[in-house]
T-cell receptor
Framework: AQSVAQPEDQVNVAEGNPLTVKCTYSVSGNPYLFWYVQYPNRGLQFLLKYITGDNLVKGSYGFEAEFNKSQTSFHLKKPSALVSDSALYFCAVRDMRRDDKIIFGKGTRLHILP | NAGVTQTPKFQVLKTGQSMTLQCAQDMNHNSMYWYRQDPGMGLRLIYYSASEGTTDKGEVPNGYNVSRLNKREFSLRLESAAPSQTSVYFC?????????????FGPGTRLTVL
């Protein structure tokens, strides 16, 4: 069965420092991978996705993510954090070969400290 | 272009009461989804509709029913609410079967069952 794990419930980063939010996945075939962000009292917003091709994917608000097949990871990164990046981040995965729906991780709360 | 809209935003029910959560999208998307979000559990799929006229169970369908009224609208009904259904409910849509396309989310309905 497909699954996705976000090992950190919360990540604290000082403003201006680089940030990483971790995600690992498990699928039987090749994955489609997504990152979403949720601001307080709002629905999820799409940030970026990996389908195929270049392992480094760039998305909205200066975020990027690196697909690593050998480590089955898809970590979200940003070179310089902003206080406004503080939010809840969700990784999601879908197995290309199965007729399963997308599976979301439990979320990681990112706090950017001024 | 309103995107995905949900009504109501907040609702308090007593155990055993029924209600319907409404969702509509104006993006001409084929697929629509209902999720619930609980602390520490991420998003869990309740029901989805791959196209007008079809609905399928997700991960946690018990206690819920859905209706895909037309291409725009997808409603979620609680026939006899239970305290375990206290949650935040999100509707989402995507342009096709959702294999590799991102989902667009509504703002959510916060439901409390006493």
């Amino acid at each position: 069965a497909q699954s996705v794990a976000q090992p950190e419930d919360q990540v604290n980063v000082a403003e201006g420092n680089p940030l990483t939010v971790k995600c690992t996945y498990s699928v039987s075939g090749n994955p489609y991978l997504f990152w979403y962000v949720q601001y307080p009292n709002r629905g999820l917003q799409f940030l970026l996705k990996y389908i195929t091709g270049d392992n480094l994917v760039k998305g909205s608000y200066g975020f990027e993510a690196e697909f690593n097949k050998s480590q089955t990871s898809f970590h979200l990164k940003k070179p310089s954090a902003l206080v406004s990046d503080s939010a809840l981040y969700f990784c999601a995965v879908r197995d290309m070969r199965r007729d399963d729906k997308i599976i979301f991780g439990k979320g990681t709360r990112l706090h950017i400290l001024p | 272009n309103a995107g995905v809209t949900q009504t109501p935003k907040f609702q308090v029910l007593k155990t055993g009461q029924s209600m319907t959560l409404q969702c509509a999208q104006d993006m001409n998307h084929n697929s629509m989804y209902w999720y619930r979000q609980d602390p520490g559990m991420g998003l869990r799929l309740i029901y989805y509709s791959a196209s007008e006229g079809t609905t399928d169970k997700g991960e946690v369908p018990n206690g819920y029913n859905v209706s895909r009224l037309n291409k725009r609208e997808f409603s979620l009904r609680l026939e006899s609410a239970a305290p375990s259904q206290t949650s935040v409910y999100f509707c989402a849509s995507t342009i096709n079967g959702g294999d590799y396309n991102e989902q667009f989310f509504g703002p959510g309905t916060r439901l409390t069952v006493l």
